[in-house]
């Protein structure tokens, strides 16, 4: 499954430190996402299709977006731009996929 993080958008988490928040606050994320990809495989299940990481996008975004420790971090560095949601959300997806969908 392909995920749609560019080296250019990782370049960019890496450089305001998401990557390193991302790695020390794992589990939690782990936790999240598994719980997204749970609740859209329950939808997807009655089409026979698999799950894509587009699904799970859909649900696990919204979720970053009002998780008060990850505002915290955004809002400490002055990252106001809403694409940090949906980059990070890629971040977690792409290492988490082969996990996730084991």
């Known amino acids: 499954m392909i995920v749609s993080l560019t080296v250019e958008e990782y370049q960019s988490l890496v450089n305001v430190g998401l990557v390193k928040f991302y790695e020390t606050n794992k589990a939690m994320f782990r936790a999240m996402a598994q719980s997204a990809f749970n609740h859209t495989e329950s939808m997807v299940a009655v089409t026979g299709l698999p799950v894509r990481v587009d699904d799970v996008i859909m649900i696990l975004e919204p979720a970053l977006r009002i998780l008060p420790v ?28 082969k996990e996730l969908t084991a």
């Open 70 to 97: 990850l505002l915290t971090y955004l809002s400490g560095r002055k990252l106001t731009q809403k694409y940090w949601f949906s980059r990070f959300g890629d971040l977690i997806l792409d290492d988490l996929w």
